[in-house]
């Protein structure tokens, strides 16, 4: 299975190595192919250089030694797409239908109640609880 994992699941990982966000997309790293769209790799750097510069080592380590796969959406045309409620979230849903994964796993709420077919959009906790238990 292609899973797409959110900006806000990278860095959860990053920041806690320890966590279950971070053992979840280790599972996801060890039985699928993770993939991570090129808005939500400048997403996280982005966060990192604002908000987490003293664990910038930690990130591009993170980038170096995790495998996956990078999609790049070459032009978007947002109003295409189902309606999110936090629009500046449309990118990442564009990107996750777009690359054809199968899973986009997000923490973030405003992803709720989109209704699509692919990709199925889970949290965290709901993937734990489908693929990891």
Partial sequence: ??????????????????????KMLAHVVDTHKLVLSQYTIDEVKDVFDKKFPQKIAEMKKFQKEIPYERFILKKA?????????????????AN????????LVTGDKDFENIAIETPQIMSPREYINKYME
């Fill in 1 to 22: 299975m292609r899973i797409m994992a959110d900006a806000n699941i990278i860095v959860s990982a990053i920041l806690f190595p320890q966590s279950t966000v971070a």
């Fill in 77 to 93: 045309v947002y109003k295409k797409y189902p309606e999110i409620r936090d629009v500046d979230d449309l990118p990442v849903l």
């Fill in 96 to 103: 996750a239908i777009e690359s054809k994964v199968d899973l």
